[in-house]
């Protein structure tokens, strides 16, 4: 039974993986708006639309000041762009979170964050997708980018490595060009979002190994 689930989520994420048709000259010319551009994932999506010969409207927050109007930003902007994103057959390309996926410890404010954007975004689809609709919903699971304010949040609480902010942003930039529903960088962490169906509510030995706590002191 083991050998027969591990071979079919192989087989998943092969075939998940393998239909990729990115076309690089497909964005050529492309209208791009980009919120965040200051810092992060968003710099590192600006700098490579940029290269690829998209034009580009930016706009960016200081970080803190983000981290309190986050969701309800993206609300608001969705719901000014969607009459010219739906004339135009357009796409949404919402950087998200594993944490908006899967609850991990301390972190509760920014993963009810990503959580509401989750299923704000996700209802949106089903909308669209019933009033036939053809605008592309793209969400992207991400991990820690490699960037010193986030590493400094995380310092002595979390065993988990930063991902290299251009290949994150470069994947973001794939789903976004191919239409795809979902983008998770780096892959397993697709793999960690089934696993949360099939075992939601882990051990919290097993949640332990992920953070730099010991039982005492998370008591």
């Known amino acids: 039974m083991k050998v027969l689930l591990l071979t079919g989520l192989g087989a998943l994420f092969f075939s998940y993986y393998w239909d990729d048709n990115f076309d690089p000259a497909g964005l050529q010319g492309a209208r791009v708006l980009l919120t965040g551009a200051s810092a992060g994932i968003g710099e590192e999506l600006a700098y490579l639309y940029a290269r690829l010969g998209a034009h ?3 706009t960016a927050h200081t970080e803190a000041l983000l981290q309190k109007v986050n969701f309800l930003s993206y609300v608001q902007l969705t719901s000014l762009a ?7 057959k357009g796409s949404l390309v919402v950087v998200s979170s594993l944490l908006g ?4 410890s301390f972190s509760s404010p920014y993963s009810a964050a990503k959580f509401a954007l989750d299923g704000f975004f996700g209802s949106l689809r089903r909308e669209l997708d019933v009033q036939d609709v053809n605008v592309a919903i793209t969400m992207c699971v991400l991990g820690l ?12 609480v979390t065993r988990a490595k930063a991902a290299p902010g251009p290949k994150a942003a470069l994947a973001v930039i794939r789903g976004g060009a191919t239409r795809a529903p979902g983008v998770f960088y780096p892959w397993r962490f697709h793999l960690l979002c089934l696993l ?4 939601p509510h882990p051990r919290a030995w097993f949640i332990r190994q992920e953070l730099n706590v010991t039982a005492a002191e998370a008591a």
């Open 145 to 156: 980018r490699d960037r010193a304010s986030t590493a400094e949040g995380v310092r002595g």
């Open 82 to 88: 969607l009459p010219s994103l739906t004339d135009s």
């Open 101 to 104: 996926h899967v609850p991990t």
């Open 196 to 199: 949360r169906g099939w075992l």
């Open 56 to 58: 580009l409207v930016l």
